[in-house]
Each structure stands twice: as C-alpha cells, then as structure tokens.
C-alpha cells in the first residue's frame, strides 16, 4: 500500500479479504495524490479501468485498523468480505456481484486443488 503504484490494487485487496470499506470507515487517505503517467513512473503505472475510482489507502490507519481485527483471520485461510470462502458465497457472489466472482474464484479454487497457501 505504500508505493503509490500498487496502492489502489492493495487497498481493493484488503477491503475484498476483509469486507471493510476503506472511504466508509475513513481508511483512505484523500491528501495522497493519485499517481499519474506525467513521467512521475517512467510510465509504468499499469492500467486498470475497474479501479480508477477507488481511495488511495491511508497506509497507517489501515495498519492500524489490522491490528484490531488480524485476530478474526486465521492464518491457512482464505476470506472474501470478511467471511472465510466456501462454495455458498461463490453461489452468492455469482448471483450478486459478477464484478467480484473472478476475484473469488482465484482466491477459492487453490485450495481446492491443494496449491499451498504460503508455498
């Protein structure tokens, strides 16, 4: 979350993991600029349409805020929205939020075919 690059990505991430908001429970950081592709990156900023939009991540408050809730996550575990994943919220997901599915899916079917979490 640190390099203004990968901090959108990152953010999206740990909101998707922990089901927290970042704008909504004020973890995002509205005084960081948003990174551009003026030569401030030797243009190797990647491109991702769908996450424009999102907050930057205020890197603090969210480390902070990880520290109150880590106890809820179970290392070995994968989660999606705060709730560890299993078939029924792929079936929730894909009848509700097509937007997310491919993010489910890539973090469910690993463990399904016994690709280690921490290889």
């Known amino acids: 979350m640190e390099h203004p690059i990968h901090a959108k990505v990152a953010g999206h991430a740990f909101s998707q993991i922990t089901g927290i908001d970042l704008a909504l429970h004020g973890l995002d950081d509205t005084r960081r600029p948003h990174p551009n592709n003026d030569g401030d990156h030797d243009g190797k900023i990647p491109v991702f349409t769908e996450y424009e939009n999102l907050p930057i991540p205020h ?16 290392a070995g575990y994968r989660y999606f929205l705060g709730r560890p994943i299993e078939a ?14 491919l993010n489910i899916i890539l973090m469910y079917l690993p463990s399904k075919l016994k690709i280690p979490v921490n290889p």
């Open 59 to 74: 890197v603090e408050k969210v480390s902070q805020h990880w520290q109150q809730i880590h106890h809820k996550f179970n």
């Open 88 to 101: 029924i919220i792929l079936k929730q997901t894909l009848i509700q939020d097509s937007f997310n599915l």
